[in-house]
């Protein structure tokens, strides 16, 4: 039985804390800072870290990484093409990996940056993704080194993953993610109704993840691109006749930039 809760960090990260209650043993995802770690272990007594996993080389996601790892001999786990602190494993797309019993599929998701991944657990009653800072809710990272047709594909390969995974990202941004939404689909009544439910929920001070691949399908703009009225407004956008799809996702997300 694994537990997640979110630890917050920073302004907006979260970092994921995967948790076997039975064998108290945990790891966490991308720490940027290991204080929030170290407190929720000093709070939990008898309790193990026994992995780190990364999902990119951000210091906002790596910052804690070293001092975790010399404090409890975790074994880091991370993109083989990233220059990530301490790391043990070095991972690439289609790698399989065991943490707390539950197997994980790496899929490479370059885009935010070239290196990225995010790590699947394929279960028929619970599957689960980590994705950092490539799928958000409803929204995308930004593109520092990738380009857009590498971001529309890596999107492209988790929206096809089961409606029911559960989508850990690593930041709250959903709000202000789905203020653009509605920019880009007024029309959408899913995302309207997204957008009010995720208001209440911050005014309550609660936090609006993990999400779902099915919500991100039917709410998220950037994945999203192939529909009529998506590729109409990005039309309007660019004042050009888009054909791809990853055309249209470049134009969306050269207007998010600017939103
Ligand atoms: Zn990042
Ligand atoms: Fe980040």
């Not at 690439?92 to 707390?100: A, I, Q, R, S, Y």
């Not at 929206?159 to 930041?171: E, G, R, S």
């Not at 939404?181 to 959408?188: D, S, T």
């Not at 936090?207 to 950037?222: D, H, M, V, Y």
Request: glycine share 6%; hydrophobic share 40%.
């Amino acid at each position: 039985m694994i537990q997640i809760d979110a630890l917050p960090a920073f302004s907006d990260n979260y970092l994921w804390l995967l948790q076997d209650v039975n064998r108290r043993e945990c790891a966490v995802v991308d720490p940027g800072d290991a204080a929030p770690v170290e407190q929720w272990l000093q709070a939990h007594p008898g309790w193990k870290l026994t992995d780190i996993l990364v999902t990119h080389h951000h210091a906002d996601h790596v910052g804690g990484v070293a001092r975790l790892k010399s404090e409890t001999g975790a074994r880091v786990l991370g993109p083989s093409s990233e220059k990530i602190p301490a790391r043990d494993v070095a991972l690439n797309d289609g790698d399989h990996v065991e943490v707390l019993g539950l197997g994980f599929e790496v899929i490479h998701v370059p885009g935010h940056t070239l290196g990225h991944i995010a790590y699947f657990h394929a279960d028929a009653n619970q599957p689960l993704l980590f994705c950092g800072d490539t799928l958000f809710a409803a929204g995308c990272g930004r593109l520092f080194e990738g380009t857009p047709a590498q971001m529309y594909d890596s999107l492209s390969r988790l929206a096809a993953l089961p409606d029911p995974t559960q989508v850990y990202c690593a930041h709250e941004y959903t709000l202000s993610n789905l203020r653009f939404a509605c920019a880009v689909e007024p029309e959408n009544p899913d995302v309207r109704a997204r957008f009010e439910e995720v208001t209440r929920w911050r005014e309550q001070g609660k936090i609006s993840l993990p999400s779902s691949i099915g919500l991100e399908r039917a709410t998220n703009p950037f994945l999203r691109v192939s529909e009529i009225s998506v590729k109409k407004i990005a039309d309007e956008r660019s004042g050009q006749e888009t054909r791809a799809p990853e055309e249209v996702f470049a134009t969306i997300r050269r207007w998010k930039d600017q939103f």
